[in-house]
């Protein structure tokens, strides 16, 4: 399709999972990740920090991506247990999730915290996904649309790209519980955040991927990520078992 994403990305997030005996389940998902699927979709994990040197390692010799799952805004300074983008990047990572719902509730990150996250994780190199979603308060409210698109125009760094930044659209009432919003509802989230985003940077809203998130597993891959503006997915649960995070990125096969 004209201006679209030349290849999905399928990112796991591990969250607060994982240990250095993940090399071998690294290693299952770098076995699995073909040619013929190398070709059609780019992978991404997110480990834990302290597991990004191993993962960095245990995928060197393919083309799997390697990124962290927040950084502070700033580049250093007395910040007890944070982690600046640029260390992230020292360590071999490429990405950045910014923005999770998890951080945002756990941690009371605004909008506008998200947004300088993103700037740091642009500064330092790194490519940004900025995650995004409603509530199941919101979205039973009518409101899901206008929260998303605010969170959004807050949330998206100065500078953004196709390069450096990703949008994640992540229902939180779908992440880890296994419902997964209708596909005329996916549909309309991802063209009304593709309009969004052309509000903001113009013609490069066409080539932005816009990853879907939200209790994705292999038997609905297909159906979710052949929506029209769904440009990839951003895996929790699944991403930690290497044949179903294989077969999500085999939707695209
Ligand atoms: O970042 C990933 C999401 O929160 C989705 O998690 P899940 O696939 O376990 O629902």
Known sequence: MPGRTPKPLVAGNWKMNGSAA????????????????QAKTDLLVCPPA??????????A??????????????????????IAAAM???????????????????????DA?????????LAGGLTAIVCVGETKDEREAGRALAVVEAQVRGSLPAGASPAN???????????????VPTVADVEAMHADIRRVLGDLVGQDAAGMRILYGGSVKP??????????????????????V????????????
Not at 165 to 179: D, K, N, R, S
Not at 219 to 240: H, Y
């Open 61 to 82: 010799a393919t083309t799997i991506a390697v990124g962290g799952q927040d950084c502070h805004a700033k580049v250093s300074g007395a910040h007890t247990g944070d």
């Open 242 to 253: 290497a044949a179903d995070f294989l077969g999500i990125a085999a939707a695209y096969s």
């Open 50 to 59: 302290v597991l990004v040197p191993m993962a960095v390692a245990t995928t």
């Open 165 to 179: 930044t990703v949008i994640a659209y992540e229902p939180v009432w779908a992440i880890g519980t296994g419902l």
């Open 219 to 240: 038997g609905n891959a297909r159906e979710l990520l052949g929506v029209a503006n769904v440009d990839g997915a951003l895996v929790g649960g699944a991403s930690l």
């Open 22 to 37: 993940s090399r071998s389940l690294l290693a299952e998902i770098a076995a699995g990740y073909g040619p013929d699927l």
């Open 113 to 121: 915290v998200v947004k300088a996250k993103a700037e740091a994780t």
């Open 88 to 110: 992230l990047a020292e360590a071999g990572a490429t990405f950045v999730i910014v923005g999770h719902s998890e951080r945002r509730t756990d941690h009371a990150e605004t």
